[in-house]
């Protein structure tokens, strides 16, 4: 699936997007993945609570199932308007 | 109904008096526009608009629906801006048109409110010190969705 | 601060923008426009707005003073028109500037829902069957002030 | 003192100001001097839930005293906006 990072998630983890093959089944799980490659990952997903994730481009949670889904977004809360 | 994302500058002026032209037979028309302004500690030297490109337009739209079906609205016009901007200049806009200003006034700060937190936009401030800043969601902000 | 009472119309669209530019420190611009629309049972032909010369403006500014003072504002405008006006024609048009969105929405709604109800304009719905017809004050209105 | 009517009180004694003298003290009593005059007074002040007053151009109620006011308003419920 393809995973999309956005402000200073984008920063942090320092690549926009990439292309992921996972097994997990549920955003967390994917969460856990990612953490456990690299310290940039580990630093960009420390706080759950600092982020926000969008699934195939429509809000969602980090409890939500991955089945499916094609688009993963993680960024931090919005700042519109 | 009307949503736009857009990088170029709009002019608010224009677009709010073709707005109400166009809905010269609802009664009340509500606008709001978003300005970037300095920051806190001054120094600003321009705002840079993140988006999600994919989802950003498709937001917008859900969002103005939302508020189209919820109050009796005859049109309601949405713009915002990303990429990079220098203090002074237009973000956004919305517009609403009601026969009646209660409808046109509570639906303009439902768009509002649900453009600050619930669409995809991410604002980091570059400041004349060199150092660059993400503006922090605020909770006051979060609270707003409260109300609806 | 800007009030006036004027019988010719005006430039939404172009005040609008002027005041944005003259308030772009400021962050958030609201607008209100009111337009003259058709009778409830249609056939308006024509609204003529009476007013009390002597008190118009001064109650126009204390109000518009109020707000400014009870709310966090850059700046106000309140336009409001008088005589004879057509369907679709712009009555009149309320701005308030603010560094946060919330204090300029409500500054707005207040100015209106005072403006609706304390300031000395009454109008008349002529219709094209030859009959006239005051408009009524609306319970709506008046209870609009508690809010305040 | 001036004496002024507006929108339909206007129209139903059928002058928009005139000259009073009056020895009433408060606006109720100038009200039962008006009423007292002919019928189309009595018809424009029949109901006095209906009108409004202002004193010297500032919105004020039926029972305020008149001294020293110069300019008396009577009309129906504001419609601005």
């Given at each position: 699936m393809d995973v999309l990072y956005f402000a200073w998630v984008r920063e942090r983890i320092g690549l926009p997007r990439e292309r992921i093959e996972t097994s997990a089944t549920t955003v967390a799980g994917l969460v856990e993945e990612l953490r456990a490659r690299e310290d940039r990952y580990a630093a960009a997903f420390a706080?759950?609570?600092?982020l926000r994730v969008a699934l195939d481009q429509e809000l969602s949670s980090f409890d939500a199932s991955l089945q499916g889904v094609r688009e993963v977004a993680f960024f931090p809360p919005m700042t519109g308007g | 109904m009307q949503v736009s994302v857009q990088e170029e500058g709009f002019e608010f002026g224009a677009r709010a008096e073709a707005f109400a032209q166009a809905n010269n037979a609802m009664g009340a028309i509500v606008t709001f526009t978003g300005i970037v302004r300095d920051a806190d500690q001054g120094g600003l030297v321009a705002m840079e608009i993140e988006h999600y490109p994919g989802m950003t337009l498709k937001a917008l739209t859900e969002i103005t629906q939302t508020a189209m079906d919820r109050w009796s609205l005859g049109d309601a016009l949405v713009i915002h801006r990303y990429g990079r901007l220098a203090p002074g200049e237009q973000i956004m806009m919305v517009a609403t048109a009601s026969r009646h200003r209660k409808d046109a006034f509570e639906a303009a700060e439902y768009l509002m409110d649900y453009l600050k937190s619930r669409a995809p936009f991410w604002k980091k401030e570059i400041l004349d010190s060199g150092t660059t800043d993400w503006v922090a969601a605020k909770d006051s902000d979060e609270d707003a969705l409260d109300r609806w």
């Open positions: 706080d759950l609570s600092a | -």
